[in-house]
């Protein structure tokens, strides 16, 4: 048996850069379903961005909602800067900036579930 790591690179999935393949085509009628993204006694709801951290409101800035949003939608998993590059829409050291502002917002808040460094591979959600 071998180990499958659970981090992911932009050359394994080359999808990423045509978000038309992975967008479905609406459904007329169709009412959009709420999805409440958790992890750890954090909470987010991706429409509005408001976050909570075990019932408590948690203030953050649009780009730490939208970075923070793609972390728990992978929390538990490694996401390498160039991924959440592509995603956020911005360049490597904006992630690292943005990264770190987060990191400090959420410890402020209280919140022990933080961005993690993790050398050479990218950042992982975790409970620290």
Request: aromatic share 6%; glycine share 10%.
């Amino acid at each position: 048996m071998g180990f499958t790591p659970t981090f992911d690179t932009l050359d394994i999935d080359k999808a990423i850069n045509d978000h038309r393949l992975n967008t479905p085509r609406p459904v007329m009628g169709a009412v959009a379903t709420r999805e409440i993204l958790r992890f750890g006694g954090l909470s987010m709801d991706p429409i509005t961005g408001a976050t909570y951290f075990r019932g408590r409101a948690v203030i953050l800035a649009v780009e730490e909602r939208e970075l923070l949003g793609a972390l728990l939608r992978r929390a538990g998993q490694i996401i390498s800067v160039e991924r959440l590059a592509v995603t956020l829409r911005t360049s490597g050291e904006a992630v690292e900036r943005q990264i770190e502002y987060l990191r400090s917002d959420l410890k402020a808040a209280g919140v022990s579930c933080l961005p993690c460094k993790v050398d050479g591979l990218g950042y992982v959600l975790w409970r620290c």
